[in-house]
């Protein structure tokens, strides 16, 4: 498995000045946070921002993250699928392979809305498809939708697409209703994207992304998934995703440095990616 960071592990550190702390630290793949992108490129083109990664050393391996697809609906739907577009435009010009797609956070839902959701996953697989884009759907622990690792892989199956799969967030896998039996409905065909960090000392109820912490360090048994993700031939990416605002106060690079020692840690042995001093 391949280490990758979350640029939003980084957020309040602008775009430029990001990825040239990122790479001194060792990382060769990252995960865009979109909002980001878009403020970078408001003075920029998107081959200025090749550029800047390609001078990095680094790889812009998958871009996060697009809402408000499944359920939406009228003048809120048009808005999200224009933003949508645009967004796949620009990912196309970055050779970007994958977009995360996050459940809507609604509260009240029928069942006919599973269907609906299936429905509008596919249309969008679709227009992803067409621009060489993969779709990874990320349940939400608060979503009252798709809050689970089981509903979220029933959609995508139900949705029927090549190019989507699920996006297994370990912070909502944990401290959502999904069950550890749930693993095993994965496959290395099904699973898109992986994200992970830890969560200590805070009851899984009131655990929000604010409480997000370097894997290993936290309440969160990691090493056993990894093992399960390894045995079902998973050799993607694992991207380190701290949404947590004490963090965006400290120095990109010592985040940086501080979180790729603590995910190649938790990777250990399928961690396919040689340390860059040339260590194990």
Not at 9 to 38: F, N
Not at 99 to 128: C, K, M, N, Q, T
Not at 210 to 231: C, S, W
């Amino acid at each position: 498995m391949k280490p990758c960071i979350s640029l939003a592990t980084t957020l309040s550190t602008p775009l430029e000045d990001d990825l040239p702390a990122i790479a001194r630290c060792g990382w060769r793949s990252v995960e865009l946070w979109l909002t980001k992108v878009e403020s970078f490129l408001e003075s920029r083109t998107p081959a200025d921002l090749r550029a800047r990664l390609d001078g990095e050393g680094l790889r812009a391996e998958a871009a996060a993250g697009q809402g408000g697809l499944l359920l939406s609906r009228g003048e809120e739907r048009r808005a999200h699928w224009d933003h949508f577009a645009r967004r796949l435009t620009i990912l196309k010009e970055l050779e970007v392979p994958l977009l995360i797609v996050a459940a809507d956070f609604v509260r009240e839902v029928d069942a006919e809305d599973y269907g609906r959701a299936a429905a509008s996953l596919a249309e969008a697989a679709a227009l992803a498809g067409a621009a060489g884009i993969r779709l990874a759907l990320e349940f939400q622990k608060s979503s009252g939708f798709c809050a689970s690792l089981d509903t979220a892989l029933a959609i995508v199956g139900e949705a029927g697409a090549p190019n989507v799969g699920v996006c297994l967030d370990l912070f909502h896998y944990y401290t959502g209703p999904s069950k550890f039996e749930d693993l095993g409905y994965l496959s290395a065909e099904n699973l898109a994207w992986v994200q992970a960090c830890d969560v200590g000392g805070t009851p899984r109820e009131l655990a929000g992304d604010g409480d997000r912490i370097f894997p290993g360090e936290g309440d969160f048994q990691i090493g056993p998934i990894i093992d399960h993700l390894g045995a079902i031939g998973y050799g993607g990416h694992v991207s380190l995703e701290l949404l947590n605002p004490q963090l965006w106060q400290i120095p990109a690079d010592r985040v940086a440095d501080f979180g790729y020692q603590a995910l190649t840690r938790v990777l250990g042995r399928w961690n396919d990616e040689p340390a860059p001093w040339g260590g194990a």
